[in-house]
C-alpha cells in the first residue's frame, strides 16, 4: 500500500473550516483516499473516501490533487466534537487498510 | 444492536495465560479485520478474513497470535503465552465488501491488559 504522510497535529478554532492535507505520492492508479478519525477511546469511525473526483458528504468533503498524490479533508465549520485524531489511507481492492499515526486535530473553543 | 460488537471490553490477565477476544461483525459482512492499537499510535493491521479463511494473516506478530472465523461470521482472536507487550486495544472491523477495500466498521475494541 501507498505511504502516506500527514502533519502530526493541527489546531483549529471552532466554527471555521478545518483543512487537513495528506500526501500520497506514489498512490497507484487503482487506490482510493479514505478518511477515518478517532475519538478518544472509541474506534474509528469512516469519513469520506475517493478516487479522482472530489467528493463531498454530510461530514466532509475530500479534495484529491489533479495528480492524486496529495489530497484535503475539509470540515466546513469545526465543532468541538470534531476533536479527534484524522487518518489518510490508501488502499485498493484486494489490499488492506494500513493506518499510520494520522494527524491529531484539536478544536479551540 | 446493528454494529459490531467485541467482547470483553477489558480484560487484564497475567503473564503466560491464555487469552480469547470475541469479535461479532456486522450481519452480512463477508470481510472481517483485526488491529491492534497502542498508547499513541494508530491501528495496526493483525489478520484479514474473507468468509472462513485468512485471506491475509501477515500482521499477525509471532506464533502466539491466532485468529479463526470457523463460519464465516463471529471471529476469535487467540493469544498464547501472553506477554506485556501484549497490552493493547485490538479492535475489530467488517466490511460488507468482498475481496477488497471498502468503508470499515469498526467495534469499540477490547483492552488487554498483560500484568
Known amino acids: 500500500d501507498a505511504k502516506t504522510t500527514q502533519p502530526t497535529s493541527m489546531d483549529c478554532a471552532e466554527g471555521r473550516a478545518a483543512n487537513l492535507p495528506c500526501n500520497h505520492s506514489t498512490i497507484s492508479g487503482n487506490e482510493y483516499v479514505y478518511w477515518y478519525r478517532q475519538i478518544h477511546s472509541q474506534g474509528p469511525q469512516y469519513i469520506i473516501h475517493?478516487?479522482?473526483n472530489n467528493e463531498t458528504n454530510e461530514m466532509a468533503s475530500l479534495i484529491i490533487t489533479e495528480d492524486r498524490k496529495s489530497s484535503t479533508l475539509i470540515l466546513p465549520h469545526a465543532t468541538l466534537r470534531d476533536t479527534a485524531v484524522y487518518y489518510c489511507?490508501?488502499?485498493?481492492?484486494?489490499?488492506?487498510?494500513?493506518f499510520g499515526t494520522g494527524t491529531s486535530l484539536t478544536v479551540i473553543p | 444492536g446493528a454494529g459490531v460488537s467485541q467482547t470483553p471490553s477489558n480484560k487484564v490477565t497475567e503473564k503466560g495465560k491464555y487469552v480469547e477476544l470475541r469479535c461479532d461483525p456486522i450481519?452480512?459482512?463477508?470481510?472481517l479485520y483485526w488491529y491492534r492499537q497502542s498508547l499513541g499510535q494508530g491501528p495496526e493491521f493483525l489478520i484479514y478474513f474473507q468468509g472462513t479463511g485468512a485471506a491475509d494473516d501477515s500482521g499477525l506478530p509471532n506464533d502466539r497470535f491466532f485468529a479463526v472465523r470457523p463460519e464465516g461470521s463471529v471471529s476469535t482472536l487467540k493469544i498464547q503465552r501472553t506477554e506485556r507487550g501484549d497490552s493493547a486495544v485490538y479492535l475489530c472491523?467488517?466490511?460488507?465488501?468482498?475481496?477488497?477495500?471498502?468503508?470499515?466498521?469498526f467495534g469499540e475494541g477490547s483492552r488487554l491488559t498483560v500484568l
Open positions: 450481519s452480512g459482512h463477508t470481510a
Open positions: 475517493g478516487l479522482k
Open positions: 472491523a467488517s466490511s460488507l465488501v468482498q475481496g477488497g477495500a471498502g468503508e470499515l466498521f
Open positions: 489511507i490508501v488502499s485498493g481492492t484486494g489490499n488492506q487498510f494500513y
